[in-house]
């Protein structure tokens, strides 16, 4: 499948944006910012920008939902290229998606024990058998989290890995959004039992079971169709400022979904789809800047190895630059992603290599 460099920056600001928001949280969080009474915020400008800044800064997560949307696109574009050309082996795929996945989530682990410079909060045990295995939702309080909290989002992918045969035919049999109305109502309808009847530790509704962030991959998937069907009409919508509006203006509805349990169920979804409304609307401007734009496609086109192995190193260099000032934070911060995507991109690139000399097959798309 031809790579789209758009969506390719799009990845790029999103796990940038995720990098950022746990460097952010482990060297401010226990900084305490002077909250002004709001009558005098119009007097004072630094004020507004630093509490808007701060305001952000603590909704960086919501990329996490832009991910899990754009991997249900990327698949579903490129199964549906391989069933169109007669070539869609189930067993074919399911080998190339975990040769894809494991073998860069290993090294990660390898990494982890092996650097110098990662924040180790946890001892290395009987546990790291289910990490590396990517059940961590196995007695999830203990695992789900364990010695690389970024990683509970790989269990949650070999989930939808797992269910995207089902999750496939029911988007060609009923069409995208057929299938996206009942992917949500299945989604929320499960929320609703783990948040409200039948209320279980979060770790099962962020994604430890995966079918409560069905709805983002749903998205994903139906955007993908969509997309494929009409790809100038997506992308007139997506990355000429239409989108980008639409986000800023329904962010703020996105957010009031935190008021209460109710609420609570459709939040994810609203918020990742707004996030990605935001990003892909950047990543269209972006787009038009050549060179600028490649490098942003170099960095999403292996923001796996990125995302994979970031956490530890950013926690342990945000605990020793502490206290710091906002500016000086944002440099540190672009130097710090700038070594980290050099360094991520090296290993997948390396790691991708040696698997394909190990084992030959067919290039994977997505």
């Given amino acids: ?180 109305l009942m992917a949500c109502a299945l989604g929320f309808f499960v929320r609703y039992l783990l948040l409200v009847v039948y209320p279980q530790h979060g770790f099962w509704v962020l994604g430890g079971f995966a079918v409560c962030r069905l709805p983002e991959f749903a998205l994903g998937m139906a955007l993908g169709m969509w997309h494929k069907q009409s790809p100038a009409r997506t992308e007139w919508l997506l990355l000429r400022g239409v989108g980008l509006l639409a986000g800023l203006l329904l962010y703020p509805a996105a957010m009031w979904l935190y008021h209460n349990g109710i609420t609570y169920v459709f939040v994810d979804f609203a918020t990742g789809a707004c996030c990605l409304l935001e990003i892909v609307g950047v990543a269209g401007i972006i787009w038009r800047f050549g060179s600028v734009g490649k490098v942003f496609g170099l960095v999403g086109a292996f923001s796996y190895g990125l995302y994979l192995i970031h956490q530890p190193y950013v926690i342990w260099l945000g605990l020793r630059i502490r206290p710091i000032s906002a500016s000086s934070f944002l440099l540190v911060f672009v130097a710090t992603l700038a070594v980290l995507s050099a360094w991520g991109i090296l290993l997948e690139k390396s790691t991708n290599t040696l698997v394909n000399k190990l084992i030959p097959s067919k290039k994977s798309d997505g």
């Fill in 1 to 180: 499948m031809r790579r789209l460099l758009w969506l390719d920056i799009a990845k790029a600001i999103a796990i940038s944006w995720v990098v950022y928001f746990h460097f952010f949280n482990t060297v401010f969080q226990h900084t305490r910012f002077p909250v002004e009474d709001w009558s005098t915020l119009a007097a004072g400008t630094v004020t507004v920008i630093r509490m808007a800044w701060l305001k952000i800064s603590s909704i960086g997560f919501h990329a996490v939902g832009v991910f899990i949307i754009l991997s249900g696109w990327a698949l579903m574009e490129s199964t549906a290229r391989r069933a169109e050309s007669s070539s869609l082996k189930w067993g074919s795929w399911f080998g190339a998606r975990f040769l894809r996945l494991y073998p860069m989530y290993w090294v990660a682990h390898l990494v982890y024990l092996v650097s110098p410079f990662v924040a180790r909060l946890e001892p290395v045990d009987s546990r790291i058998i289910l990490s590396l295995l990517g059940l961590r939702f196995i007695d999830i309080t203990m695992n789900f989290m364990y010695l690389n909290a970024a990683w509970w989002y790989f269990s949650m992918l070999i989930q939808f890995y797992v269910m995207f045969p089902l999750l496939f035919w029911a988007a060609q049999r009923f069409g995208p959004l057929a299938f996206l």
